[in-house]
């Protein structure tokens, strides 16, 4: 289980962006994460990827807090792919550097073949999108926060995407919190919903 215990966090001094939040997401659970621009969603979603440090409180998984070396179990997977990957490195360099997908798991994930051998800048949008994806998807990994991932495809591309990380998450036990604007999206995924203002995290029924 992933637990955010009583995080506080600010960027700057006196203005709280999150006070006391606390979030736990088991295994296998799809949580979703909603709320205005600027509420600090993805703040928050950092904080559970040890991308930042909470300034009060802590996350735990299972026991333990995050490693800080290694294959980080908890990815943060950004609405901007181009932010995620190192742009002197060809697609196939950046998906070796986590793991080694086969054919069938690039398959799943719409990664062509062909793509391997360029440049992020040489992708569209979209598909470095399920690129990173794929990455997040190393052995070890348990839990994703999917931070806007799908806002760059089209609706086909998007079903897809949710469909092929869908079965990964039920093979692997994978739990995922999917932080979104859409509220049909969450819906549809998601067998618990907070919403994030004013610093607090309150679930939605
Ligand atoms: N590194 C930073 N330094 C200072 N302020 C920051 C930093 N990163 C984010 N912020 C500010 O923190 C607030 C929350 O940002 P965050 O990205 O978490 O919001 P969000 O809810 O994910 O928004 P959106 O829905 O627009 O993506 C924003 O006002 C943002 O400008």
Do not use: C, K, Y
């Given at each position: 289980m992933l637990n955010a215990h009583q995080l506080s966090f600010q960027f700057?001094?006196?203005?709280?962006?999150?006070?006391n939040v606390s979030l736990a997401i088991e295994a296998g659970q799809w949580v979703g994460l909603s709320g205005d621009s600027g509420a600090g969603k993805s703040t928050l979603g950092k904080l559970l990827a040890g991308y930042l440090t909470p300034h009060k409180g802590n996350v735990i998984l299972d026991n333990a807090t995050l490693p800080t070396s290694g294959v980080q179990p908890v990815q943060w997977l950004p609405q901007s792919p181009e932010l995620a990957?190192?742009?002197?490195?060809r697609v196939a360099k950046i998906l070796r550097e986590a793991w080694t997908p086969s054919e069938a798991q690039c398959q799943a994930f719409g990664v062509?073949?062909?793509?391997?051998?360029?440049?992020?800048?040489?992708?569209?949008g979209g598909e470095l999108q399920r690129v990173c994806v794929l990455r997040a998807?190393?052995?070890?990994?348990?839990?994703?926060?999917?931070?806007?991932?799908?806002?760059?495809?089209d609706p086909i591309t998007q079903v897809e995407l949710w469909q092929a990380l869908k079965q990964k998450a039920e093979q692997r036990r994978l739990g995922v919190l999917v932080i979104s604007h859409d509220t049909a999206l969450l819906k549809r995924l998601c067998t618990q919903r907070y919403h994030l203002s004013n610093a607090q995290l309150t679930p939605i029924s």
């Open positions: 700057t001094a006196g203005v709280p962006l999150l006070q990957v190192n742009p002197r490195w062509q073949p062909h793509w391997l051998s360029r440049f992020p800048h040489a992708l569209s998807l190393a052995p070890g990994v348990r839990f994703l926060v999917a931070d806007e991932i799908s806002t760059m495809l």
